[in-house]
C-alpha cells in the first residue's frame, strides 16, 4: 500500500499522515503540496523523517508534478483544496483552478497508474443549506451558494464522470466542519481561540446562528480510511459526527475554556451567502462500521490546549500574510460593527 495524499502538508492533510503511519505499518506515504499559505512543512515537522514518508512539492493543477507524485502508489488521497469561503468570494479564480482543474489533472494520473482506490474529500457545503428538520442523503440536490461550494461540487461531480467513463475506482467523502491541531487560522475555532490568546475582538458574522455538525481531525481520517478500504467504487460518503452547534454557542464556550472577558465578542455583519444550516445524513458510512469517538466538549477542550501550547506554530502565521488578510476581511466589518 503506497498511498498519495495530496495537500498532505495542510490542517486535514498533516493529521491524514500522521493518522496512516500510526494506523497503517505496512504504508508508505507520499505527500505532494503546493505550500501555499495555508500548507506548512511545520505540520509535518513531527514525522518529517519517517522512513515510510516521503514529501514532494509541486501543484495538482501540473499535470509534470502530479505524474512524479504518483507513480508506483496504489491509492490517491485528494486532500488538497482551496478551503476557505470566506477567500473564494474575494478570488474565486484559485479556488475553480485547484478544486477543479487540480482534480481532473489527478483522475488524469490516476487511469493511466491504475490506482485500486480513488478517494476524493468534499465536503457538506455542495448541498446547501438545509432547512430543520431535513437532513441530506448522499443523492440530495447540490445547491452551492459559494465559489468554494461550486468548485467542490464541480470537482466532485468529475471525479463521478471519470468513474462512469473511464471506470476509475473513485470515492467521495463529504465531511462537517472539522477541528483540531494545525489548522489554519482563518477558520472559526482557530481564529477565535488565537484571537482570544492575543485579547483581541472575536468577530461573530451576523447573529451567529448558524449551525454546523463538528467533526474532530481524527474522526475525520477514521472515516477517511474507513471509506477508502471499506466503501464501494463510484458511491459517495457523508461524514458528520452528530455534534451540530450554532455558531454563537462555540465562540462562546471558547470564552469559557480560556477565562476570556465575554465583551471581546462583537457581531459584525455577515457575510453574503452566508449558509444557516448544514445537516447530513450518515447512514451509509455507518454501515461500514465507522463511529466518531471524540465527545465535542473533550475535542474542542483538547483543540483550545493545543493552542495555547503551540504559540510557537501560530504566532508566526498571524504576524505575516495573515495580517493582511484578516484587515481586508474584518476592518470594515469590525468598524460597522461598532456602531
Known amino acids: 500500500m503506497r498511498v498519495l495524499v495530496t495537500g498532505g502538508a495542510g490542517f486535514i492533510g498533516s493529521n491524514l499522515v ?9 504504508a508508505a506515504i507520499v505527500v505532494l503540496d503546493k505550500f501555499t499559505y495555508a500548507g506548512n512543512l511545520a505540520n509535518l515537522a513531527d514525522v518529517r523523517d519517517h522512513p515510510r514518508l516521503s514529501v514532494q512539492i509541486g501543484d495538482i493543477a501540473d499535470p509534470d508534478a ?48 491504475d490506482v485500486e482506490r480513488y478517494l476524493q474529500l468534499s465536503t457538506d457545503e455542495v448541498y446547501g443549506p438545509i432547512e430543520a428538520p431535513d437532513r441530506a442523503g448522499e443523492e440530495y440536490p447540490l445547491k452551492p451558494r459559494s465559489p468554494y461550494a461550486a468548485s ?3 470537482a466532485d461531480l468529475l471525479v463521478g464522470a471519470y468513474h462512469a467513463t473511464f471506470g476509475i475506482p473513485t470515492l ?25 490568546l492575543e485579547n483581541l475582538t472575536l468577530p461573530v458574522y451576523g447573529d451567529g446562528q448558524q449551525i454546523r455538525d463538528w467533526l474532530a481531525v481524527e474522526d475525520h481520517c477514521s472515516a ?16 458528520e459526527a452528530g455534534n451540530a452547534r450554532p455558531n454563537i454557542e462555540i465562540v462562546r464556550q471558547i470564552v469559557e475554556l480560556l477565562g476570556v472577558d465575554p465583551a471581546l465578542v462583537q457581531h459584525v455583519p455577515d457575510r453574503p451567502g452566508h449558509d444557516r444550516r448544514y445537516a447530513l445524513r450518515t447512514d451509509k ?43 481586508r476581511q474584518y476592518a470594515v466589518r469590525l468598524a460597522e460593527g461598532r456602531r
Not at 225 to 236: C, K, N, R, T, W
Not at 298 to 326: A, N
Open 18 to 26: 500522521r493518522y496512516l503511519l500510526r494506523t497503517r505499518p505496512e
Open 66 to 113: 502530479v505524474e512524479a507524485a504518483i507513480a508506483g502508489c496504489t491509492h490517491v488521497i485528494n486532500v488538497a483544496a482551496e478551503t476557505h469561503v470566506d477567500r473564494s468570494i474575494l478570488e474565486s479564480d484559485v479556488f475553480l483552478r485547484t478544486n477543479i482543474d487540480g482534480t481532473r489533472a489527478l483522475l488524469e494520473a490516476a487511469g493511466r497508474h
Open 152 to 154: 467542490k461540487a464541480g
Open 172 to 196: 467521495v467523502t463529504r465531511g462537517a466542519n472539522t477541528y483540531g491541531p494545525f489548522q489554519y487560522p482563518e477558520k472559526l475555532i482557530p481564529l477565535f481561540v488565537t484571537n482570544a
Open 224 to 239: 477517511i480510511l474507513a471509506v477508502l478500504e471499506h466503501g464501494a467504487p463510484g458511491h459517495i460518503y457523508n461524514v
Open 285 to 327: 458510512l455507518r454501515a461500514l462500521g465507522w463511529q466518531p469517538a471524540v465527545p465535542f466538549e473533550e475535542g474542542l477542550r483538547r483543540t483550545v490546549e493545543w493552542y495555547r501550547e503551540h504559540r510557537e506554530w501560530w504566532e508566526p502565521i498571524k504576524s505575516g500574510t495573515f495580517r493582511e488578510y484578516y484587515q
